[in-house]
């Protein structure tokens, strides 16, 4: 049973930079596969990025390549959503989300359904 937890969101103005982090203190993530996700108000909830156990297989919604980049730390205690060049529209509570990579295929596993165990979020707000 994990119990997650993300930190490092707030309020910046656009074109600023925020890091957000996602750990359980109490196990590793190393072998869970990691997402972060975003609701806006009014909005459904959308899969930002995703990591899986091999830090180099990552996935990124289109309206955040190039400026978002998903990683771990050396310790495969966090995951970290590191966001560049923010933008108005990346306002939204972010939430990450987690689930033991065990017999997994290849494809794509960035979506909501998928995860098993999930944080309470933090907000992101991105305004002048």
């Known amino acids: 049973q994990l119990h997650l937890v993300e930190s490092g969101g707030g309020l910046v103005q656009p074109g600023g930079s925020l890091r957000l982090s996602c750990e359980d203190p109490g196990h590793t993530l190393d072998y869970y596969i990691v997402g972060w996700f975003r609701q806006a108000p009014g909005k459904e909830r959308e899969a930002v990025s995703c990591i899986r156990h091999e830090a180099n297989s990552t996935f990124y919604v289109d309206s955040v390549k190039g400026r978002f980049t998903i990683s771990r730390d050396d310790a495969k205690t966090s995951v970290f959503l590191q966001m560049n060049n923010l933008k108005p529209e990346d306002t939204g509570v972010y939430s990450c989300?987690?689930?033991?990579?065990?017999?997994?295929?290849?494809?794509?596993?960035?979506?909501?359904?998928?995860?098993?165990?999930w944080g309470q979020g933090t907000q992101v707000t991105v305004s002048s």
């Open positions: 989300a987690a689930r033991i990579q065990w017999q997994i295929g290849s494809g794509n596993v960035c979506y909501e359904s998928f995860f098993d165990y």
